[in-house]
């Protein structure tokens, strides 16, 4: 298997970010799964990972606090119920929301850092 290159982590790291947002919500039950349940899910188990995160920080792809607001979602999704695990929770449950609500925050906080060194 080929080792990713820091900047293909990079691109991994922002894909998975962007497959949690807000927007889902007005999407099919089928979407709605299929982003978060199964796209956003291995992104979470892989590029959110502490190692992928390190290696991130290290090479100036994030800083520290995109680093740990990282960390604790991918904590907070680890940490959903399974009977939470279905398009009626993500649309209903507050755990979600906030799971939405530090993605959009990861997302703004990236954009701005990636926009900096420009």
């Given at each position: 298997?080929?080792k990713?290159?820091?900047s293909e982590?990079?691109?991994?790291f922002?894909?998975?970010?962007?497959?949690c947002?807000?927007?889902l919500l007005?999407?099919?039950?089928?979407?709605?799964?299929c982003e978060?349940?199964?796209?956003?899910d291995i992104?979470?188990?892989?590029?959110l990972h502490?190692?992928?995160l390190?290696?991130l920080?290290?090479?100036?792809?994030?800083?520290e606090n995109?680093?740990?607001?990282s960390?604790?979602?991918r904590?907070?999704?680890l940490?959903?119920?399974?009977?939470?695990?279905?398009a009626?929770?993500?649309?209903?449950?507050k755990?979600w929301h906030?799971?939405?609500k530090l993605?959009?925050?990861?997302?703004?906080?990236?954009?701005?850092?990636d926009?900096e060194?420009i």
């Amino acid at each position: 298997m080929k080792k990713l290159t820091i900047s293909e982590l990079n691109d991994f790291f922002v894909d998975t970010i962007q497959r949690c947002t807000n927007d889902l919500l007005s999407k099919t039950d089928e979407v709605i799964e299929c982003e978060i349940l199964e796209e956003f899910d291995i992104g979470v188990i892989s590029f959110l990972h502490e190692n992928s995160l390190e290696q991130l920080f290290k090479n100036k792809y994030i800083n520290e606090n995109i680093k740990e607001l990282s960390l604790k979602l991918r904590e907070m999704y680890l940490s959903i119920n399974e009977k939470k695990r279905n398009a009626d929770s993500i649309r209903k449950d507050k755990q979600w929301h906030n799971i939405f609500k530090l993605a959009d925050t990861i997302r703004k906080k990236k954009k701005d850092f990636d926009l900096e060194k420009i």
